[in-house]
């Protein structure tokens, strides 16, 4: 006879085993079990049968009303012991149907004596003002071989339309290739040092994020993060237990939170030099190690597969089976995949790219069977098809075994979907999921550093700008409800479901790669932006490990936390340990301080150390001192320092340099400063002008964020309409009133505080500025 506590014990093991999906964005009838994994009865009622029936089929809103929150109760039987579970589901608002204003006509370039396939897809501009992409029939066979250069026409029409559509195809002689000579003008030290070589100073907000996020790896069961590979592989579980969420048994994704838990390990080891980190995930790669084998044993296995799942969501991929069936495999695998490398590149875990070089040996074996218009239907399924940033793994294991092939597989994720109008210098984001599409860019920028074929920085150079200047909120982050909509369409988009965590990491690893061949001010503006009003706002303060998912920019919003092992869980597990990561940069004789976070420095393979202070409550000034601890004369010389002048400057920057003060020379958003190590050690003061400042969205010019300095502040209400400030013509220090020292501004009974230290209480980024 079981106890009551026995019986509970039932139910909340069940609670925890459940597998629902991604709730977040459900366009898709769900699977609703009927009974627990230990045996546990369940019920379910919707708050709105009209759109979530009990069974989990799906009535999405028609299109114009508007994305749904609905209430998913489950009720958990066993015996007389029962416990409710509530779920938030969003269900998705049925897609517009277009109408067809215009047609671009595009070009591309290709090298002589290579096949090339027609694109499917050409670009529109819809009756609303909307520009997207749509599926093209062309008049004749998509597959061509080139054998003169020249230019060349091909003629279609948009799919299921007589809308006419034109494609000019450049041929480029083999003396014309499309190669760049571009190199990177500045490295980021982060990635040429050792473990323990830069740290955060305490006392400040990134400081407290990575303590916040150190104590949760440092806690974790290794063990679980092993359990459905070692399941999957046959062999022994070793009494852990099983993970939740979307990491969960019966989860699609499983495995891909284990893959994040290996990078975040080795980016802590980096960050901090603490074996403990290292010992972890050195435990992790053997024991994958090990999984690996025992799959190479089992029937039917390629050697090198790895997963936490058979081999059945890939067959099923090829044959072209759709969410909720399958669920990203190679997406999955990615994260395995990076995770593997990451051990590899910070931790010198030579196993780990033994690893991963069979897993990148088995993906190159089983694509490169499979015609490119397979590929092509493949990666083109929403969610099934999605494949992160693989394409950039390929390429770093290209980097570390100099495999060849590694590259030809890269290019078989190559996705014209988001490319072509890219390449057209089209901005046709509207209408694609963000954080899909943003690893690839990232992929591709990578693959330029192997290849330095001019297309694809190009490319990753307009699609950071497009992002940034029309699709970004004023916190850094993008997308709603996962997706990109309208170019500049920001205020009518304030909802619960903005602002993917996933996504602004995305970008943020994006910006740092395109930063060091173009050593642009504007670009480290957005990083410092991105990180300090999303990465480090978004993080739990409890210590649970959890990110948000969406970091809310309704009137009246709250932070939450899911739970599930989502994706943004995953990289959310690894962003506080990259604070430093594009902070300081060297090139040309020059050290570039790009990013106001008290730390210390020792650039061994420089010689020198850099340390610089500061305070949260003034982040106007800033204090280096520079030392130079080797005269050798292998080592880099530094003549010059530049400090970014960041765009929240409002006037004349003073500077000082061994307490002598110096005409702050200013280039191209820098401020610079030459150095002379005659005293061994160079000190700098600079105080940029620090004030408020404004933010408005294009599309409803009277929604405004405020600012203090690099701060988004954050007006502490409840209230779900936003709150209306009646500025006239006054300036903007005569309404917010600060309080003392503290970063506590006051204004019309409300008070405004940076968003970083927002926790439990609900807020308002967006107010109504009435002038």
């Given at each position: 006879m079981m106890t009551t506590t026995e019986k509970q014990n039932v139910i909340e093991e069940d609670i925890h085993a459940i597998y629902l999906g991604n709730l977040n964005t459900v366009e898709f009838n769900l699977d609703l079990p009927t009974k627990g994994k230990n045996g546990s009865v369940i019920t379910w009622e919707s708050s709105h049968e009209g759109i979530l029936q009990p069974d989990g089929t799906v009535r999405r809103p028609a299109y114009g009303m508007g994305n749904r929150k609905i209430e998913l109760t489950a009720t958990f039987t066993y015996g007389e012991v029962c416990k409710t579970q509530v779920y938030d589901i969003t269900v998705l608002e049925e897609v517009k149907k277009d109408t067809i204003q215009k047609v671009y006509p595009l070009k591309v370039r290709v090298n002589k004596g290579k096949e090339y396939m027609l694109p499917a897809y050409t670009v529109v501009d819809t009756e609303d003002g909307d520009t997207i992409v749509k599926e093209v029939q062309w008049d004749e066979n998509r597959m061509h071989l080139f054998e003169y250069g020249g230019t060349y026409f091909f003629s279609g029409k948009v799919k299921d339309t007589k809308e006419a559509v034109t494609l000019e195809v450049q041929v480029l002689e083999e003396s014309k290739a499309d190669i760049c000579n571009k190199e990177k003008k500045a490295i980021s030290i982060s990635d040429t040092e050792d473990a323990g070589n830069l740290i955060l100073l305490e006392g400040s907000p990134y400081y407290e994020a990575q303590q916040n996020m150190h104590t949760y790896l440092k806690k974790q069961d290794l063990d679980q993060f092993l359990y459905s590979f070692r399941e999957a592989a046959g062999l022994p579980v070793r009494q852990a237990k099983p993970m939740r969420g979307w990491d969960s048994p019966e989860g699609l994704l499983r495995g891909h939170t284990t893959g994040h838990f290996l990078t975040a390990l080795a980016l802590a080891y980096h960050s901090t030099g603490e074996e403990c980190f290292k010992e972890k995930a050195d435990y992790l790669v053997e024991e994958l190690q090990k999984c690996q084998e025992a799959f190479g044993r089992l029937e039917g296995y390629q050697k090198g597969f790895l997963s936490a799942y058979s081999q059945e969501q890939?067959?099923?991929?090829?044959?072209?089976?759709?969410?909720?069936?399958?669920?990203?495999?190679?997406?999955?695998?990615?994260?395995?995949?990076?995770?593997?490398?990451?051990?590899?590149?910070?931790?010198?875990?030579?196993?780990?790219?033994?690893?991963?070089?069979?897993?990148?040996?088995?993906?190159?074996?089983?694509?490169?069977?499979?015609?490119?218009?397979?590929?092509?239907?493949?990666?083109?399924?929403?969610?099934?098809?999605?494949?992160?940033?693989?394409?950039?793994?390929l390429?770093?294991?290209?980097?570390?075994?100099?495999?060849?092939?590694?590259?030809?597989?890269?290019?078989?994720?190559?996705?014209?979907?988001?490319?072509?109008?890219?390449?057209?210098?089209?901005?046709?984001?509207?209408?694609?999921?963000?954080?899909?599409?943003?690893?690839?860019?990232?992929?591709?920028?990578?693959?330029?550093?192997?290849?330095?074929?001019?297309?694809?920085?190009?490319?990753?150079?307009?699609?950071?700008?497009?992002?940034?200047?029309?699709?970004?909120?004023?916190?850094?982050?993008?997308?709603?409800?996962?997706?990109?909509?309208?170019?500049?369409?920001?205020?009518?988009?304030?909802?619960?479901?903005?602002?993917?965590?996933?996504?602004?990491?995305?970008?943020?690893?994006?910006?740092?790669?395109?930063?060091?061949?173009?050593?642009?001010?504007?670009?480290?503006?957005?990083?410092?932006?991105?990180?300090?009003?999303?990465?480090?706002?978004?993080?739990?303060?409890?210590?649970?490990?959890?990110?948000?998912?969406?970091?809310?920019?309704?009137?009246?919003?709250?932070?939450?936390?899911?739970?599930?092992?989502?994706?943004?869980?995953?990289?959310?597990?690894?962003?506080?340990?990259?604070?430093?990561?594009?902070?300081?940069?060297?090139?040309?004789?020059?050290?570039?301080?790009?990013?106001?976070?008290?730390?210390?420095?020792?650039?061994?393979?420089?010689?020198?150390?850099?340390?610089?202070?500061?305070?949260?409550?003034?982040?106007?000034?800033?204090?280096?001192?520079?030392?130079?601890?080797?005269?050798?004369?292998?080592?880099?010389?530094?003549?010059?320092?530049?400090?970014?002048?960041?765009?929240?400057?409002?006037?004349?920057?003073?500077?000082?340099?061994?307490?002598?003060?110096?005409?702050?020379?200013?280039?191209?958003?820098?401020?610079?400063?030459?150095?002379?190590?005659?005293?061994?050690?160079?000190?700098?003061?600079?105080?940029?002008?620090?004030?408020?400042?404004?933010?408005?969205?294009?599309?409803?010019?009277?929604?405004?964020?405020?600012?203090?300095?690099?701060?988004?502040?954050?007006?502490?209400?409840?209230?779900?309409?936003?709150?209306?400030?009646?500025?006239?013509?006054?300036?903007?220090?005569?309404?917010?009133?600060?309080?003392?020292?503290?970063?506590?501004f006051h204004c019309q009974g409300y008070s405004f505080i940076p968003l970083y230290q927002i926790d439990e209480q609900s807020y308002q980024v967006y107010f109504v500025m009435e002038y």
């Amino acid at each position: 006879m079981m106890t009551t506590t026995e019986k509970q014990n039932v139910i909340e093991e069940d609670i925890h085993a459940i597998y629902l999906g991604n709730l977040n964005t459900v366009e898709f009838n769900l699977d609703l079990p009927t009974k627990g994994k230990n045996g546990s009865v369940i019920t379910w009622e919707s708050s709105h049968e009209g759109i979530l029936q009990p069974d989990g089929t799906v009535r999405r809103p028609a299109y114009g009303m508007g994305n749904r929150k609905i209430e998913l109760t489950a009720t958990f039987t066993y015996g007389e012991v029962c416990k409710t579970q509530v779920y938030d589901i969003t269900v998705l608002e049925e897609v517009k149907k277009d109408t067809i204003q215009k047609v671009y006509p595009l070009k591309v370039r290709v090298n002589k004596g290579k096949e090339y396939m027609l694109p499917a897809y050409t670009v529109v501009d819809t009756e609303d003002g909307d520009t997207i992409v749509k599926e093209v029939q062309w008049d004749e066979n998509r597959m061509h071989l080139f054998e003169y250069g020249g230019t060349y026409f091909f003629s279609g029409k948009v799919k299921d339309t007589k809308e006419a559509v034109t494609l000019e195809v450049q041929v480029l002689e083999e003396s014309k290739a499309d190669i760049c000579n571009k190199e990177k003008k500045a490295i980021s030290i982060s990635d040429t040092e050792d473990a323990g070589n830069l740290i955060l100073l305490e006392g400040s907000p990134y400081y407290e994020a990575q303590q916040n996020m150190h104590t949760y790896l440092k806690k974790q069961d290794l063990d679980q993060f092993l359990y459905s590979f070692r399941e999957a592989a046959g062999l022994p579980v070793r009494q852990a237990k099983p993970m939740r969420g979307w990491d969960s048994p019966e989860g699609l994704l499983r495995g891909h939170t284990t893959g994040h838990f290996l990078t975040a390990l080795a980016l802590a080891y980096h960050s901090t030099g603490e074996e403990c980190f290292k010992e972890k995930a050195d435990y992790l790669v053997e024991e994958l190690q090990k999984c690996q084998e025992a799959f190479g044993r089992l029937e039917g296995y390629q050697k090198g597969f790895l997963s936490a799942y058979s081999q059945e969501q890939f067959d099923l991929l090829e044959q072209y089976v759709t969410y909720p069936k399958i669920w990203a495999p190679y997406y999955t695998m990615h994260k395995i995949l990076a995770g593997l490398i990451d051990s590899y590149r910070f931790t010198r875990n030579e196993t780990a790219l033994k690893v991963a070089e069979g897993l990148g040996d088995w993906i190159t074996a089983r694509l490169k069977k499979l015609h490119p218009e397979q590929l092509e239907k493949m990666w083109s399924i929403y969610i099934a098809g999605e494949f992160g940033g693989i394409n950039e793994s390929l390429i770093w294991l290209y980097e570390y075994t100099g495999k060849t092939e590694y590259i030809e597989t890269a290019r078989l994720f190559d996705n014209e979907k988001l490319l072509l109008p890219l390449e057209n210098h089209i901005d046709a984001l509207s209408g694609i999921h963000a954080n899909q599409h943003i690893p690839q860019i990232i992929g591709m920028l990578k693959r330029f550093d192997a290849t330095k074929e001019a297309p694809d920085y190009e490319r990753a150079a307009f699609f950071w700008d497009v992002v940034t200047r029309f699709h970004s909120y004023s916190i850094g982050g993008v997308g709603e409800a996962e997706m990109f909509h309208a170019r500049n369409r920001i205020g009518g988009l304030l909802t619960d479901s903005t602002a993917e965590s996933c996504a602004s990491y995305n970008m943020l690893k994006l910006t740092k790669m395109l930063y060091e061949y173009e050593p642009r001010a504007d670009y480290m503006d957005y990083y410092e932006r991105t990180v300090l009003n999303h990465i480090v706002p978004g993080l739990d303060k409890k210590k649970t490990g959890e990110s948000t998912y969406f970091f809310p920019l309704k009137a009246g919003a709250k932070r939450e936390f899911l739970f599930e092992n989502s994706c943004c869980h995953g990289t959310g597990m690894e962003s506080h340990s990259k604070y430093l990561d594009s902070a300081y940069f060297y090139g040309d004789e020059t050290l570039y301080i790009n990013q106001f976070i008290p730390s210390k420095i020792l650039w061994d393979k420089g010689g020198y150390e850099i340390v610089q202070y500061g305070e949260s409550n003034h982040p106007e000034k800033i204090v280096l001192e520079i030392s130079r601890l080797s005269k050798e004369s292998a080592r880099p010389i530094i003549k010059r320092v530049k400090l970014r002048k960041p765009d929240w400057c409002q006037g004349e920057v003073k500077l000082k340099v061994n307490q002598e003060i110096q005409v702050a020379e200013e280039q191209e958003g820098y401020i610079v400063a030459d150095l002379c190590f005659e005293q061994g050690t160079v000190g700098l003061e600079l105080e940029y002008p620090c004030g408020l400042h404004i933010r408005t969205t294009p599309d409803v010019p009277e929604l405004t964020t405020l600012f203090y300095g690099p701060y988004v502040l954050a007006a502490v209400t409840d209230e779900l309409e936003h709150i209306h400030v009646k500025k006239g013509d006054k300036p903007l220090e005569t309404l917010w009133k600060r309080d003392g020292e503290e970063l506590v501004f006051h204004c019309q009974g409300y008070s405004f505080i940076p968003l970083y230290q927002i926790d439990e209480q609900s807020y308002q980024v967006y107010f109504v500025m009435e002038y």
